[in-house]
Nanobody, 123 residues
Framework: QVQLVESGGGLVQPGGSLRLSCAASGSILSIESMGWRRQAPGKEREFVAGITDGGSTVYANSVKGRFTISRDNAQNTVYRQMNSLKPEDTAVYFC?????????????????WGQGTLVTVSS
């Protein structure tokens, strides 16, 4: 069974930085894309950033220029460096993996979600 485990959340002051990581486990063979979504209090879940196994990235307009997503394919791990954090970035951040193949014989997963990690931006 494929699992995503996030780490690196916490409390940070406005203007500060934080780095999140997410590791996929479960005899992974391939993951087409990995990324992050977030859900702020009282709001719907929204896309934040994504990266393909080829390294192509896409960002939500709200985080462009402040967040950087990267990926280590060998370790099946995705990272997100968040700079210039704002109070409106406060949310639970979920790691996602799309088009996952794992195990022998191979099992296909259309989408996998992590449990989420809380990021609070406050003075």
């Amino acid at each position: 069974q494929v699992q995503l485990v996030e780490s690196g959340g916490g409390l940070v002051q406005p203007g500060g930085s934080l780095r999140l990581s997410c590791a996929a486990s479960g005899s992974i063979l391939s993951i087409e894309s990995m990324g992050w979504r977030r859900q702020a209090p009282g709001k719907e879940r929204e896309f934040v950033a994504g990266i393909t196994d080829g390294g192509s990235t896409v960002y939500a307009n709200s985080v462009k220029g402040r967040f950087t997503i990267s990926r280590d394919n060998a370790q099946n791990t995705v990272y997100r460096q968040m700079n210039s954090l704002k109070p409106e970035d406060t949310a639970v951040y979920f790691c996602t993996a799309v088009d996952v193949r794992s195990g022998t014989p191979s099992t296909y997963y259309r989408g996998v979600w992590g449990q989420g990690t809380l990021v609070t931006v406050s003075s």
